[in-house]
């Protein structure tokens, strides 16, 4: 994707003209945006690639640009909020956000998020021109209407639940994903127990396609939110 533009939503002055900044050092478009109406309007008007959004504006609250936005484009969000507790940036992904940085922030995080973000976009071009069956990531493959990964050339031997969470990451590439969001998508339900059990999917599903337990290349946790499936060269 040559220049994305990026939509940036934010009243503080200081914070805006850092980030568009950034933007402009680096080669991306802008827009700006002071408060949620404008937003949605700039967002609607002149289809951003991504958005950056505060959540603490001065009309509205940032969660209700990510509800009225979701309700008509998928378009990438990156919530970039001070409030840093794990309710809210659940509140935020859960409401449609594709990821969260918290204030204060560094430059290079920033950029960081938004090269996750694009190269999702272009993934999701990339899939939706095929609607293709089978999905590569790094080593990882899977053949989804077969009903079988692998890792390299070797089939991987997953359970059922393992595989059926590999897919939900795998589909939701580049985007955290929060607990509540996957049991719900996994047992329809998101109980206490539902997040304990699926950290326990977790750990025996990454033993099978991490190479390094350490130093996991493919799944991402976010402690106390949920997991990011990474796209990997
Ligand atoms: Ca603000």
């Known amino acids: 994707m040559n220049n994305p533009v990026v939509l940036v939503i934010e009243d503080d002055a200081p914070i805006r003209n850092l980030i568009v900044t950034t933007l402009k050092t680096h080669d991306y478009k802008y827009l700006t945006a002071k408060n949620g109406s404008e937003a949605i309007l700039i967002a609607s008007s002149h289809n951003p690639d991504v ?30 909020s001070a409030r840093s507790d794990d309710e809210d940036k659940i509140e935020a992904l859960d409401a449609g956000a594709d990821d969260y940085l918290t204030k204060p922030f560094s430059v290079e995080e920033l950029l960081a998020r938004l090269r996750v973000t694009i190269r999702r976009l272009a993934l999701m071009s990339s899939d939706s021109s095929a609607d293709r069956s089978v999905y590569t990531n790094g080593k990882l493959t899977i053949d989804y209407s ?88």
């Open 51 to 80: 958005l950056f959004l505060d959540l603490g504006l001065p009309d509205m609250d940032g969660i209700d640009v990510i509800r009225q936005v979701r309700s008509w484009s998928n378009m990438p969000i990156i919530v970039i």
């Open 146 to 233: 077969a009903g079988i990964a692998w890792l390299d050339k070797d089939e991987l031997k997953l359970t059922s639940m393992e595989y059926k969470l590999l897919c939900l990451l795998a589909k939701n590439t580049g985007k955290v994903l929060t607990h509540t969001f996957i049991t719900q998508n996994i047992w329809g339900r998101s109980w206490e127990n539902d997040i304990a059990s699926l950290r326990v999917f977790m750990t025996t599903l990454r033993k099978k396609i991490e190479p390094m337990a350490d130093s996991p290349k493919y799944i991402q946790t976010h402690i106390g939110i949920g997991y990011r499936m990474l796209k990997v060269d």
